[in-house]
């Protein structure tokens, strides 16, 4: 329960990766204080520790004046891409044993005989069925024995298990045998954790349900004691304030509920960075961004309209970055939980460029990664990477890297593109490098089409919103490609998920299914459906120690023409529900329908009703959003003397200038280059760039 | 050092050229998001039975968006035959529309939309698709039975046809179709989405010949399926040379029951390229499984494409340098007026045929027989309500076991990459229960690694009457098993399985009533290598999964384990493999169907 000081001093958000942990620290004039340290995989709550003192003390402040405690975190992707989950068990319905291994049989390889399907994470010894069955109206047609179940769980007791799931055939129509099966187990093992598919997604399909179920058990106790371990920690330290949790779908939710269904934390960290992003352009006065995030081995790209980010219904973990199409699905283990919509593509500063049989120029998925890392490191690395291009180019500082701390070997560099990519090309090296820039760019824009023109959205209306090390140095490269006119880079790019934890607020997801065409519903019923979630979120809501009026509902649905098998997530209005406003909705869907996929049925083609959700909110007070960020200290204090980069044949090389961020107090015309601490920034000729009130370097193509 | 080869971009052009490829392949793709995400049908959505693609002024292909692996190369037969027929009245705002397997079409549930695309009064490109329709009439409902005897019973046929003339739809065309399919809401409202996926390519492609002009557009598209040449070339190159041959057998075609179908492959591999011979492969039979000889094409690059390097396109310039020869009139190349509306069954059973002429050539890098392809299932009739209800689905199963490793249990074969309908949605929709869903005991066939399992699925009728009809093989001529591996064991099709289990025949169309049960049982995938030589953890592995029994553990492994421990017996697994051993002979032939 939530119990917010009322004093509020600060309120914090740390986000864990695998490499660094962030800290975001805002106090009460919504001044903002950042801090990056190494995470320590022993014990993730040390560096928070540590890092928490690096940065209160200088601002003032210290643990016992934490107001809220926002967090987000790879503990449980990592749980199951590293396979470090409990040992559990499953139950399900007779003669369905395998669902779990079966999957839907999709490989997400063609012509590929090396593939191998992802390990179950139960293996089948450790799943058992009961002789049950409820039909698809819910009706129970063979009914479940107590004494059966008892054997059950007695044996997967015997085998030591450390946590049990629970999924039977046609649940989401009627869940009482699973409530059975949770009830004896309460009763044989009342401290043993386990999940039961009509909690954890009360939907239909039973691959997709199983396999969400049984990952809930498997990292609920590593999930639970981190959580735990961690909350110890930070009240021995003195901190009073509860602990948030970033969502898989951009809301917070409490420790407690996160250790219950941690299935909803598993892409706790990409989602605050898009919650960051999302929330910082709005506030700049963007409302419809595409977040442009590129790192040293992949780009990932997501999509905001109006303010709002765009949810997928399933995603899996481990199923490794997008090939090429995004229908090809099948690796990884699925998770049918809403998530923000992220798509990745393998291509970052640090992926290898190389000429295949045919004598095309490709650029990775292979990564040189931080070891031994691109050519100019000169720590070993002999293939040219999409960064060498970079300092061949003259985009990045040609002598080290900006903070200092690492020396940069622009003449290797060019040796190794000249003699390994130019010379079989027949050009000369800058236009190899150039080249090498160029597809990277063709390649990440794939990813930004996944989420865009695949969608029905034109890419042109939106800002590019540039995060991550590499982002800004390609994002102008990237919306010249698009036809996008303007891009955002905002302060301290590469802390923007913990950052984003400070704007989130709390949600919750319910969902039902109906399956009925829309013209057959009784209004009153489905107002009873929504106030039956309602009530669920608000009552949830109020645990978590929302007030009434801090509390917002949200309506969903998801529908399709019947017949169809795939749906759309229609956002609903709020208020009672009539005839006519049934008939606004089939019109709403219709219109959406010939959006997105550019066509849509006659009038007289009914429209089914798939399922509704809600999503419950609760807002955070107005005060402590955080603010204008600070400086770091290793940016540049002045311009620079310039240097010559290399703008394509129809520019050639330029003398460009060398600036830090609040140069662009005054705006400034291309070729231009922003060094930063973290990042640097590319204003190629043709662009002016500006800072704009929020500190953002606002970027406009001619 | 490489040399450039000739004809590819010079200079700053090779960059165009890599933006040009990227985006065009991305246009392909885009289509067929368009398609699954807008479809009617399980068939469309789950099994993923259709393809997109782009093709240059001269019909030949230059991007595939998602394939399946058995439409390969077929859109550049359909395109052809529309180029043949209609060559000088070819106009901006013409669609195309045919199925015809005599002219273009693979068979007739398999209908193509075709789109030129111009630009400034010129024709630049085809933006192309096909897609699996779940009924397109003829005498069975799903339009997919074994029992025809000829093209005429299988459905409406459509000849190459314009659907769109100038702009204007041939309104009498789409009442034609409308009236002769079962399910004519969601034929054509998955022929929308066809034609939507055109409109989407159309847009783009002349967004990208804006971009960089019709010149510069039909060289790079000339040089995309040239550069996908070369790699083919580049791959080829690294294969042994020589002749491979080998045979594999259908069990029937489902009217001559009992009569084995021959198939035979001669692949001959020379330099850079590489040719798929079918003759010797059977006349063509009275069943409906005879093949296009584009489906023949798309069993001889599945095969291939499977042993070479990923990364290389789907496109004409892979076409250029494999070629495949079948006798007409024979089942790989089926002559007027044979019936084909079951031709995936040879399809898959051609694949199993070059995979083991493959074997001789790379015998490391190319796995046992898999299951044989999918189990095609039709439960057609009235439900309650008095709704005609038609339920369409294909399971396949299961892989053969690898040179590195075990074949996947329960997993696509490659010829499709089709994935399972959900049970839940099949009950919700249809008036059908489905009683079971798992793995088979003792159905793999036994190697060093050993295939993979099969699983089977129990059906229950809920209405008073209905067809059944069922496409299913490999329940005499099992999977193969290689290098010593044995084969995996038969499927079978049975009705009422909890009580009398009556087997009823792998291709039958039946009556059936409620309450009636039926199981099929996929095949078992073929094993690689020595069972004896199986690592015996792995055995006890599976034993303690159930997969495999304690009594086969014994028998076809060679382990004994104690039960009691759940471990291996180490002493007397030695003793009863060195007897074994003895027993058996030298267990290393290349081939083996029988045990």
Not at chain 2, 70 to 86: F, P, W
Request: glycine share 10%.
């Amino acid at each position: 329960m939530l119990d917010r000081p009322k004093a509020a001093a600060c309120r914090v958000g740390i986000d864990i990766g695998g490499t660094f942990t962030d800290l975001v620290v805002v106090n009460d004039q919504g001044e903002t204080f950042t801090k990056k340290v190494s995470s320590t995989a022993d014990n993730y709550a040390r560096a928070i520790i540590e890092g928490l003192a690096g940065v209160l003390e200088p601002a003032g402040l210290s643990v016992d004046r934490i107001s809220e405690f926002l967090h987000g975190t790879t503990v449980g992707s990592n749980t199951i891409l590293e396979l470090k989950g409990a040992r559990i068990g499953l139950i399900g319905t007779k003669g369905f044993r395998d669902i779990l291994e079966i999957r839907n049989l999709r490989m997400p390889r063609l012509y590929d005989l090396r593939w191998d399907k992802p390990a179950p994470l139960v293996e089948r010894y450790l799943r058992l069925t009961v002789n049950e069955r409820v039909d698809a109206t819910g009706a129970i047609t063979t009914p479940l024995s107590r004494s059966e179940v008892e054997a059950a769980v007695q044996r997967l007791l015997a085998e030591k298990v450390e946590g049990i799931a629970v999924c039977l055939l046609n649940s989401y129509a009627n869940p009482s045998h699973e409530r059975l099966i949770a009830e004896v187990i309460r009763e044989l093992a009342p401290d043993l954790p386990y999940s039961i598919s009509s909690d954890v997604l009360p939907q239909m399909k039973e691959y997709e349900r199983t396999s969400t179920t049984v990952v809930n058990a498997y990292i609920m106790p590593i999930v639970a004691s981190y959580l735990k371990h961690l909350g110890d920690s930070l009240r021995n330290e003195g901190m009073k304030a509860p602990i948030l949790l970033m969502q898989s779908n951009g809301g917070l939710t409490t420790a407690e509920e996160a250790s219950e269904k941690p299935v909803n934390i598993v892409e706790s960290g990409p989602a605050a960075g898009v919650v960051g992003a999302v929330r910082h352009a709005v506030n700049s006065g963007h409302s419809d961004i595409i977040s442009f995030d590129m790192g040293g081995t992949t780009a990932k790209a997501s999509v905001a309209e109006n303010g709002q980010f765009v949810l997928s219904q399933q995603y899996s973990v481990g199923g490794g970055i997008m090939i090429s199409s995004r229908l090809l699905t099948g690796g990884g283990y699925l998770l049918a939980v809403p998530a923000i919509d992220v798509a990745e593509v393998g291509a970052g500063g640090g992926s290898i460029v190389w000429i295949d049989a045919g004598g095309s120029m490709q650029i990775g998925p292979e990564s040189a990664g931080a070891n031994p890392g691109p050519v100019c490191y000169n720590k070993g690395g002999d293939r040219p990477t999409v960064t060498d291009a970079n300092v061949i180019l003259g985009y990045i500082n040609p002598e080290y890297l900006v903070g200092g701390e690492l020396k940069l070997d622009a003449a290797r560099a060019r040796n190794h593109f000249d003699r390994l990519l130019a010379k079989p090309l027949g050009v000369d090296v800058t236009t190899a490098a150039y080249g090498a820039r160029q597809i990277a760019i063709s390649n990440m824009i794939r990813a930004i089409k996944a989420v865009t023109s695949e969608r029905g959205r034109d890419p042109r209306g939106f800002t590019l919103f540039a995060l991550g090390g590499n982002g800004a140095l390609f994002a102008a490269g990237m919306a010249r490609e698009l036809g996008i006119k303007s891009i955002l880079v905002p302060p301290s790019a590469g802390l923007f998920s913990a950052y984003g934890l400070l704007h989130a607020d709390v949600e919750h997801y319910y969902g039902e299914t109906v399956r009925r065409l829309l013209r057959d519903i009784e209004p009153d019923t489905w107002l009873r459906s929504w106030s039956r979630l309602e009530d669920k979120a608000r009552a949830q809501l109020s645990l978590d120690g929302f007030s009434e009026d801090e509390i917002h509902i949200r309506r969903f649905a998801n529908m399709r023409y019947k017949g169809q098998t795939f749906e759309m997530n229609i956002s609903l209005p709020d208020g009672p529900l009539t005839e006519a406003s049934l008939a606004t909705i089939e019109e709403a869907f219709g219109t959406e329908h010939e959006r997105t996929y550019g066509h849509r049925a006659s009038l007289d083609e009914p429209v089914q009703l798939i399922s509704i959700q809600i999503a419950g909110l609760a807002a955070r007070p107005g005060s402590a959003k955080p603010g204008k960020p600070q400086a770091h200290s290793g940016d540049l204090r002045a311009e620079q003397p310039p240097r010559k980069a290399y703008f394509g044949s129809e520019h050639g090389w330029l003398d460009t200038a060398i600036i830090p961020r609040s140069a662009l107090t005054e705006p400034r015309r291309g070729p231009c280059i922003v060094e930063e601490y973290d990042t640097t920034c590319v204003i190629p000729p043709n662009a002016t760039a500006r800072l704009d009130a929020m500190s953002n370097i606002i970027i406009t193509l001619e | 050092m490489t040399a450039l080869p000739v004809g590819q971009p010079k200079g700053d052009d090779f960059i165009n050229f890599e933006l040009f490829k990227n985006e065009l392949f991305s246009i392909a793709d885009e289509m067929a998001v368009t398609i699954c995400r807008t479809t009617y049908s399980g068939v469309l959505r789950d099994n993923m039975d259709f393809s997109t693609g782009i093709a240059d002024a001269q019909g030949r292909l230059v991007a595939q968006g998602l394939t399946l692996p058995v439409h390969l190369g077929s859109i550049r037969t359909a395109l052809e035959a529309v180029m043949n027929k209609y060559a000088g009245d070819i106009g901006d705002g013409d669609v195309f529309i045919l199925n015809d397997p005599f002219e273009g079409g693979m068979h007739l549930p398999d209908i193509f939309i075709l789109k030129p695309i111009f630009s400034g009064g010129e024709l630049i490109a085809f933006a192309a698709t096909t897609a699996h329709h779940v009924d397109v009439g003829g005498h069975v409902p799903g339009s997919n039975s074994v029992n025809s005897t000829e093209i005429f019973q299988e459905g409406l046929r459509i000849p190459p046809l314009k659907l769109v003339n100038g702009g204007k739809h041939d309104v009498a065309l789409w009442g034609l179709i409308q009236s002769n399919v079962r399910l004519p809401i969601q034929l054509l409202g998955d022929l929308r989405a066809q034609l939507a996926a055109c409109e989407i390519a159309q847009r783009k492609v002349l967004a990208l010949t804006d971009r960089y002009g019709l010149g510069a557009a039909r060289s790079y598209m000339a040089e995309i399926t040239d550069y996908t040449e070369r790699l083919a070339r580049a791959a080829l190159r690294e294969l042994p040379d020589g002749e491979f041959d080998f045979e594999d057998w259908i069990d029937d075609d489902g009217m001559d029951v009992g009569v084995p179908i021959r198939l035979f492959v001669t692949v001959r591999k020379k330099g850079e390229t590489v040719e798929f011979d079918w003759t010797g492969s059977a006349p063509q039979v009275r069943g409906a499984i005879n093949c296009t000889l584009s489906v023949t094409e798309a069993a001889s690059y599945t095969a291939l494409r499977s042993i070479l390097p990923g990364g290389i396109p789907n496109n004409d310039g892979v076409f250029r340098v494999i070629r495949t020869i079948a006798p007409k009139g024979s089942i790989a190349n089926v002559a007027m007026p044979g019936a084909c509306a079951a031709r995936a069954l040879t399809g898959f059973r051609m694949v199993d045929c070059a995979f083991g002429a493959l074997s001789k050539m790379v015998p490391d890098r190319v796995f046992a027989a898999s299951d044989g392809g999918n189990v095609g299932v039709t439960v057609a009739g009235f439900d309650r309500s008095g709704s005609r209800f038609v339920y369409v689905d294909f399971s396949c199963g299961t892989w053969g076991g690898r040179p590195w490793a075990d074949g996947i249990d329960g997993i696509s074969n490659i010829f499709v990459n089709m994935a399972s309908q959900s049970v839940e949605q099949i009950e919700s929709e249809h008036p059908i229960e489905i009683l079971a869903y798992e793995f088979a005991q003792d159905r793999c066939g036994a190697g060093k690694f050993r295939g993979g399992a099969p699983f089977y699925r129990d059906y229950r009728i809920k209405v008073p009457d209905a067809i059944l009809q069922i496409r299913a093989d490999r329940q005499t001529i099992r999977p193969y098993g290689l290098h010593g591996g044995k084969a995996g064991k038969p499927g079978s099709v049975s009705l009422n399985p909890n009580t009398s289990n009556d087997p009823i025949g792998s291709k039958v169309t039946i009556n059936v009533r409620e309450g009636d049960e039926f199981r099929y049982v996929l095949p078992g995938g073929g094993g690689w290598g020595d069972p004896l030589q199986r690592d015996p953890v792995a055995v006890l592995k599976d034993v303690r999964n159930e997969i495999v029994s304690a009594s086969a553990a014994r028998q076809e492994y060679g382990v004994v384990l104690d039960e009691a421990t759940l471990s291996v017996d180490q002493a007397a697994t030695e003793k009863l493999r060195a007897s074994l051993s003895a027993e058996r002979g030298n267990a290393t032939e290349f081939v083996n169907w029988v045990n």
